[in-house]
T-cell receptor, first 120, second 113 residues
């Protein structure tokens, strides 16, 4: 079954609306989650690294005031696209990093199924 | 710094034929390498990973990849393509499994009946 749940899977909204995307780690506590953006027919580009209890680390060129990330618990990180515009339309994917040791030892990130965001 | 290059954005093979998807990496430290598959409008599913153990890595769905340090390559192969293998495939590199992943541009695999 799914290890990381992402919600909603698809959202369509008007320009100027703020949209929140949730990423939940279902099977383990994730101190670190990652947010990616994928344009059609292109690869995933890392937007930011979300750390529980601290500020997210944004990649160069990503507007932190535009893409607000909150990682308030060990199982939930949220990405809010503020005042979204058509150019923000994209496929957003999150991933969660399992803790070291135990059954998750040496395992890579687990990805959610993504959120298709369409801004009209 | 790490990066990967996937040669061939589109690959077409006949059903039952060999699948070969190419990935070359660049890394300033011993790399961890991954292959993921993505179906339309879905997230990424891990096919296999190399984490400094055996150089020939076997994954799910009959896929395997060989880490060749001398060639800085990690090509993905499958002896016999199935229609269900049609998807987008991404190669990724990281300094270790906990670090950021850097993805290649992806290869779209088409399987011809």
């Amino acid at each position: 079954g799914a290890v990381v749940s992402q919600h909603p899977s698809r959202v369509i909204c008007k320009s100027g609306t703020s949209v929140k995307i949730e990423c939940r780690s279902l099977d383990f506590q994730a101190t670190t989650m990652f947010w990616y953006r994928q344009f059609p027919k292109q690869s995933l580009m890392l937007m930011a690294t979300s750390n529980e209890g601290s500020k997210a680390t944004y990649e160069q060129g990503v507007e932190k005031d535009k893409f607000l990330i909150n990682h308030a618990s060990l199982t939930l990180s949220t990405l809010t696209v503020t005042s979204a515009h058509p150019e923000d339309s994209s496929f957003y994917i999150c991933s969660a990093l399992p803790p070291g040791g135990g059954s998750y030892s040496n395992q890579p990130q687990h990805f959610g199924d993504g959120t298709r965001l369409s801004i009209l | 710094a790490q990066s990967v290059t996937q040669l061939g954005s589109h690959v077409s093979v006949s059903e039952g034929a060999l699948v070969l998807l190419r990935c070359n990496y660049s890394s300033s430290v011993p790399p961890y390498l991954f292959w993921y598959v993505q179906y339309p409008n879905q997230g990424l599913q891990l096919l296999l990973k190399y984490t400094s153990a055996a150089t020939l890595v076997k994954g799910i769905n009959g896929f395997e990849a060989e880490f060749k340090k001398s060639e800085t390559s990690f090509h993905l192969t499958k002896p016999s393509a199935h229609m269900s293998d049609a998807a987008e495939y991404f190669c990724a590199v990281s300094a270790n499994t906990g670090n950021q992943f850097y993805f290649g541009t992806g290869t779209s695999l088409t399987v011809i009946p």
